[in-house]
């Protein structure tokens, strides 16, 4: 079935040091892979995304990466800042729907 | 421009009863996704609305039920309330929901079943 895993639960780092997140999907018809940043009290909101026809995107301090083969895709944050501080969530999804699977989430800390 | 707006924010409800939950999407989205969220199960996909048409359903008892409106605007119903059923309820809109537009949340609807 549809499944999306990420790793880890949890993450802490020090401020201006890199955090990565890593997920995979098991649906191979899976072609579009959103990543979304969600504070307390608030709905997800989506930071960056790749489509399966790119290997990797980069906005600024945030960049993924995505290999088919291998069915894996991650989240590199650079030069975190403590308003990094939230819980991330990969997703996946097929062509032609808003069907989101989502990860588990990675809770993420980054210390002054 | 608005965002995706759902409404009530904040619901308190009793076992056995039913609730509904409202999702007004940006202007001109035609689609609209509803998604679950608890600490135990993450996020669960409910059901995907386009054109008032419901193209697809997540794995949830038929006591969830969703519909959209002309103005595409979306309601959710839960009945015969039980306890797990305690999550935020997040709504999601895109502009063609055909998977190549990205998906607008809201801030939720969290409903407490006591």
């Known amino acids: 079935g549809e499944n999306v895993e990420q790793h880890p639960s949890t993450l802490s780092v020090q401020e201006g040091d890199s955090a990565v997140i890593k997920c995979t999907y098991s649906?191979?018809?899976?072609?579009?892979f959103p990543w979304y940043k969600q504070e307390l009290g608030k709905g997800p909101q989506l930071i960056i995304d790749?489509?399966?026809?790119?290997g990797e995107k980069k906005d600024q301090r945030i960049a993924v990466t995505l290999n088919k083969t291998a069915k894996h895709f991650s989240l590199h944050i650079t030069e975190t800042q403590p308003e990094d501080s939230a819980v991330y969530f990969c997703?996946?999804?097929?062509?032609?729907?808003?069907?989101?699977?989502f990860g588990t989430g990675t809770r993420l800390q980054v210390f002054p | 421009k608005a965002g995706v707006t759902q409404t009530p924010r904040y619901l308190i409800k009793t076992r056995g009863q039913q609730v509904t939950l409202s999702c007004s999407p940006i202007?001109?989205?035609?689609?609209v996704s509803w998604y679950q969220q608890t600490p135990g199960q993450g996020l669960q996909f409910l059901f995907e609305?386009?054109?008032?048409?419901?193209?697809n359903k997540g794995n949830f008892p038929g006591r969830f039920s969703g519909r959209q409106f002309s103005n595409s605007r979306s309601e959710m119903n839960v009945s015969t309330l039980e306890l797990g059923d305690s999550a935020l309820y997040l709504c999601?809109?895109?502009?063609?929901?055909?998977?190549?537009?990205?998906?607008?949340f809201g801030a939720g609807s969290r409903l407490t079943v006591l």
């Open positions: 999601a809109s895109s502009l063609m929901g055909s998977g190549a537009n990205v998906l607008t």
């Open positions: 649906d191979s018809a899976s072609n579009y």
């Open positions: 790749i489509r399966s026809n790119v």
């Open positions: 997703a996946a999804s097929r062509r032609d729907t808003d069907k989101l699977i």
């Open positions: 202007s001109g989205h035609r689609s």
């Open positions: 609305y386009f054109s008032e048409t419901q193209r």
